[in-house]
């Protein structure tokens, strides 16, 4: 097998210095009735070439661009990653090195991640960002937590209209931490207004998303106004990054926390995973962060380095105590991030904001003047929702069949939003391929 | 001549981001606008934020520059112990970067997606035989995550069974995520301390579990590279007082095809897919952290599971039990392709000699380097053996000094001060992959150092200077955090 490297004299060789007869002698210490009595069943070692074949067949059965039309966003966006950017996230030095915990020898990986810490605090309008979470989901829950140690209130509210299966993680993280959850409804126009928060006393957050699942920009000034009025704070969750290109940034409206997906910022799609989980706060609440840092500090000689720091966090350190269990995060995904804010840089960054705003606003325009209705009239950034009449799920279910996925249905998250669905575009999406959606929704 | 990898080499100075590039740069090609300009709402609007202009031929540059800086496993022995630093295959690589997967939207309906859905279902059957667990789910994003998860699991275990429990054992050899991971279910960590072998003992564990105690976590093999020997004995107490146990499988590395977990009666265990199962680790993370269960506890596991019937792999959300979500999507898809890659690769006989191998390249270095350095535990070990700095001591030469010089000799350093229960340790894990010529290399310049903190201890207080940066100062990055520029 080429990647076991030893020899018959090196095994044997090794034994004689152990002073072990054999292989199977070294797990002596293994009691015999904590032995395996039977071999694992595997199914037989594949050849480097049975293996490509393999997969190739496994992947072969995906639906993807560009045979397949995915009018989709909902939480993972099809953008444009610059051959630059795929190049550099796989050198090995940064991919096949671990945490950085011995700096001298991981400078590239630390100075890596605090320049991510940097563009994500500046994207997000924040102090300071941490070194990732797993993904936006994640991050929205452990932002909920460390709102509940910052304020000490054991209740948060948070908008239906954050995505649906981040709100489902965050009911698994804040159960059985005896966390209350308070539901807040979305208004006519699709955004959350401040007035559904209501009394606000005893709440540790206001969370909501913003551009929201159904891609509306929510008032966060005034949700942030209501939320500090009443000692809690503001916490804004996004899936959709590239918003803040174009839009204020959640930290300039007020938020207290940013967190959510950074998947849109050059990473691929990969069936969900793995994405990355921003998080940025002001540095008030530093210490109740979770998740790692990087800091800058010198050598010994006053020369510029990084290092982990504030570790006092976390679980290594604080044990039961600590302000999160995270250890392994998704760091090459914040490298990637990092890499693809870098290639677009600010004025890109701006541009390619536009480019995409401009796209959902010209399918939305061309889906209107076909008579397609839109649920919502909130400002929306990449996203939208459509209303179809019911006839529609056989148009939908016959161009599921020639790889045309028009839209998400939101029934199945939504059951007051039956016949509604969910479009996204970006700037891969090409005109023509919008075109040909909106005639085929028409006949 | 015999020659270490360390060298003096060309390092190349590189600022931050921010200190170079010029505005109107661009790195990125925009695509040619097909439709009509739009303008947002004007009181929306900002300015988008302040990053520099950079062209893509500078930010190549920024990060083959950084990259330079890097250790890694691909460019030298990288002896982290518990982490198993294992070569990590490149025909993974090109099996995850694949469009049917890399560029596959998660929300597909099941008719779309089916070389995904099989796949997880194939990688959770490998796992399960691999471990000899019932169920599995793919989901979380890395082993804390996947503790996290196995406690989800013990509490609505217990809350179905009417009785929630409060307390959760866990030995004094755990990793600091187990603790951090049960305090999230509301658990307080009831410490057990390890015995005079290394080990958990029945007598420790059976005085403290009793009814309010909902289980015990276990690392087997334990942090000191020792196997839990009296596993079965501690399962049968916790099971007779209505507990659980939990197996941390961040050492699985030790016991593939050796130990099956099932029966010695792990109810809930984690495997790390980025140290057993060959996935990089990417300066930390994304990993991935399987949960595989016994049959009682399968209607627990986190949804959507994948189901197969009448031809067709579909998700479901069906289990009513379930402790929920973990991520919004699936589980870290690129990393389940890249295990799955590898045990095809190895199949059932080579994926048993890998941890033969592991556990003979560790044993060799505990046995060619005792004498040189102090071995708390004088016995066999399995994947990583621990030794301290206490024979350096002497010298005033510590742990911490033998490894940064390790650098300089062209090494990765070992694992330091942990476990916690050994101090001043050293724990190294040298993994399969690793040659019997490294290993020996290894093993000289351990030998060689620990002359040198005899005979120059200095040489040691300075170290490293062949790296890009010496020491660096932790305490004032600590009191003074600087963490954006």
């Known amino acids: ?443 | 001549m015999k020659e270490f990898p360390g060298a003096g080499g060309l390092i190349l100075n590189e600022p931050l981001l921010w200190e170079q590039g010029r505005r109107g740069r661009s790195g990125y090609s925009l695509p040619r606008p097909d439709v009509a300009r739009a303008e947002p709402p004007a009181e929306l609007a900002g300015e988008g934020p302040d990053f520099p202009d950079l062209s893509e031929a500078e930010v190549v540059r920024h990060y083959i520059r950084l990259s330079q800086w890097n250790f890694s496993v691909d460019a030298g022995f990288y002896p982290l112990g518990s982490c198993t630093m294992k070569y990590n295959p490149k025909t993974n690589e090109r099996q995850a970067s694949r469009p049917g997967f890399a560029g596959a939207h998660p929300l597909l309906p099941a008719a779309l997606c089916q070389g995904a859905l099989e796949l997880m279902a194939a990688l959770e059957c490998l796992l399960a035989e691999i471990t000899g667990m019932d169920a599995v789910t793919l989901q979380p994003a890395a082993g804390a995550q996947g503790e996290l998860a196995g406690m989800l699991i013990f509490h609505a275990y217990h809350r179905q069974q009417g009785r929630p429990r409060s307390k959760i054992i866990v030995p004094d050899t755990a990793h600091g995520t187990n603790p951090a991971s049960a305090a999230l279910c509301g658990y307080t960590a009831v410490p057990v301390a390890s015995n005079e072998r290394g080990v958990i003992s029945p007598e420790a564990v059976a005085s403290v579990m009793d009814a309010e105690t909902a289980g015990i976590m276990v690392t087997n093999p334990n942090t000191l590279g020792l196997f839990e020997e009296n596993i079965r004995a501690v399962a049968e107490i916790v099971h007779g007082r209505g507990g659980l146990v939990y197996g941390d499988g961040a050492n699985m590395n030790a016991v593939l095809g050796q130990v099956h977990m099932g029966e010695i009666g792990v109810d809930v265990l984690h495997l790390n897919l980025h140290k057993t199962f060959s996935t990089p680790h990417g300066g930390g993370g994304p990993g991935a952290g399987p949960v595989c269960v016994r049959r009682r506890l399968e209607p627990f596991l986190p949804v959507p599971r994948v189901r197969y019937a009448d031809g067709v792999y579909t998700f479901s959300d069906d289990y009513p039990l379930s402790i929920g979500k973990l991520q919004a999507f699936w589980g870290n898809m690129g990393n389940l392709v890249r295990a799955y890659s590898y045990i095809l690769s190895l199949g059932a006989a080579n994926l048993k000699r890998a941890s033969q191998l592991a556990v003979l390249a560790a044993n060799y270095i505990k046995e060619r380097l005792k004498g040189v350095y102090h071995l708390p535990y004088d016995r066999p070990c399995m994947h990583e053996c621990v030794f301290s700095d206490k024979l350096q001591q002497a010298h005033r030469v510590s742990t911490l000094d033998i490894a940064k010089r390790l650098m300089d000799y062209g090494y990765h350093p070992p694992t330091i001060y942990f476990p916690l229960v050994v101090p001043g340790a050293i724990m190294i894990e040298p993994t399969e992959t690793e040659s019997k010529e490294t290993i020996d290399r290894f093993i000289e310049a351990m030998q060689a150092i620990a002359a040198e903190a005899e005979q120059s201890p200095d040489t040691l207080h300075q170290a490293p200077t062949r790296c890009r940066r010496r020491r660096l100062d932790e305490t004032a990055a600590a009191r003074k955090p600087r963490l954006t520029g």
């Not at chain 1, 993807?64 to 009018?71: D, G, L, Q, S």
Request: hydrophobic share 45%; net charge negative; charged share 20%.
């Open chain 1, 1 to 443: 097998m080429r990647y076991l490297p030893h020899t018959t004299e090196d095994v044997a060789e090794m034994l004689a210095a152990v002073g072990a007869g054999s292989l199977e002698e070294l797990f002596a210490a293994i009691p015999p009735e904590c032995r395996r009595r039977a071999e694992m069943r595997l199914p037989e070692p594949l050849t480097e070439w049975e293996l490509d074949a393999h997969i190739d067949r496994l992947a072969g059965r995906m639906a993807t661009a560009p045979e397949a039309k995915v009018f989709v966003g909902a939480g993972s966006y099809d953008h444009h990653i610059p051959a630059a950017v795929g190049f550099l996230a796989s050198r090995s030095e940064f991919v096949t090195s671990y945490t950085p915990y011995q700096p001298e020898v991981s400078q590239g990986t630390l100075q890596a991640v605090f320049e991510y810490q940097t563009l994500t605090a500046r994207l997000l309008g924040l102090e300071v960002a941490n070194a990732s979470m797993y993904d936006g989901a994640s991050a929205l829950a452990e932002a909920l937590l460390m709102a509940v140690r910052v304020t000490r209130r054991p209740r948060v509210a948070l908008a239906r209209a954050v995505h649906p299966l981040y709100r489902r993680v965050v009911e698994t993280y804040l159960a059985p931490a005896g966390v209350e959850v308070r539901e807040l409804a979305f208004g006519p126009t699709g955004a959350t207004g401040a007035a559904a928060i209501g009394d606000a006393a005893e709440l540790a957050a206001v969370a909501v998303q913003s551009p929201n699942f159904f891609g509306c920009i929510e008032d966060l000034p005034a949700i942030a106004q209501t939320a500090h009025a009443a000692g809690a704070l503001c916490v804004a969750a996004f899936s959709e990054p590239l918003a803040f290109g174009l839009f204020k940034s959640p930290g300039r409206l007020g938020a207290d926390i940013a967190c959510g997906e950074g998947q849109s910022m050059g990473i691929p799609r990969s069936f969900g995973g793995p994405g990355l989980g921003m998080f940025a706060t002001r540095m008030q609440h530093v210490r109740h962060m979770p998740g790692r840092l990087v800091g800058e500090t010198t050598d010994v000689e006053g020369r510029r380095g990084f290092v982990l720091t504030l570790a006092t966090r976390e679980q290594h350190i604080r044990r039961e105590k600590a302000t999160s269990n995270i250890c392994t995060n998704n760091s090459l995904c914040a490298l990637t991030a990092a890499a693809f804010m870098a290639c677009l840089g600010g004025s890109g960054l701006r541009e390619l904001a536009r480019l995409n705003y401009d796209r959902s606003e010209y399918l939305k325009a061309r889906l209107r003047q076909a008579g397609v209705g839109l649920a919502f009239d909130a400002p929306t950034f990449n996203e939208f929702t459509a209303v179809f009449p019911p006839r529609f799920r056989d148009t939908y279910r016959r161009l599921l069949d020639r790889n045309i996925m028009a839209g998400l249905p939101l029934e199945p998250y939504y059951p007051e939003l039956a016949d509604h669905y969910l479009f996204g575009v970006t700037e891969t999406m090409p005109r023509e391929d919008m075109d040909a959606l909106v005639r085929e929704v028409q006949s």
